[in-house]
């Protein structure tokens, strides 16, 4: 069992940053891959961006390219989002997941494990 708690979202205005956090217990953290979802009221949870078990790879969304960075930090067992020149699409709620495939994917249903959810919401 991986718990995930996610923080770090907020109210910003068009063009601010935000930094997501995702901490996971346990200490099998680096077996791992993680990923950023995010979902509006109606939608489908849409891929954010992931990262691989090791750090070496990662994945995002054409959405996000240029503006959002994922990383991870094995030591303390957080995965981060780092979100500049934010725009009132990127509101919504984010969450956290951990995979137990050895690739990177943009899959939700490939996902074992989801935190709660963090919301972000972009003011113009």
Not at 1 to 27: D, I
């Amino acid at each position: 069992q991986v718990q995930l708690v996610e923080s770090g979202g907020g109210l910003v205005q068009a063009g601010g940053s935000l930094r997501l956090s995702c901490a996971a217990s346990g200490r099998t953290f680096s077996k791992y891959a993680m990923g950023w979802f995010r979902q509006t009221p109606g939608k489908e949870r849409e891929f954010v961006a992931a990262i691989s078990r090791s750090g070496d790879r990662i994945a995002s969304a054409d959405s996000v390219k240029g503006r959002f960075t994922i990383s991870r930090d094995s030591a303390k067992n957080t995965v981060y989002l780092q979100m500049n020149s934010l725009k009132p699409e990127d509101t919504a709620v984010y969450y956290c997941a951990a995979s137990s495939l050895t690739v990177v994917t943009f899959k939700a249903s490939e996902y074992d494990y989801w935190g709660q959810g963090t919301q972000v919401t972009v003011s113009s």
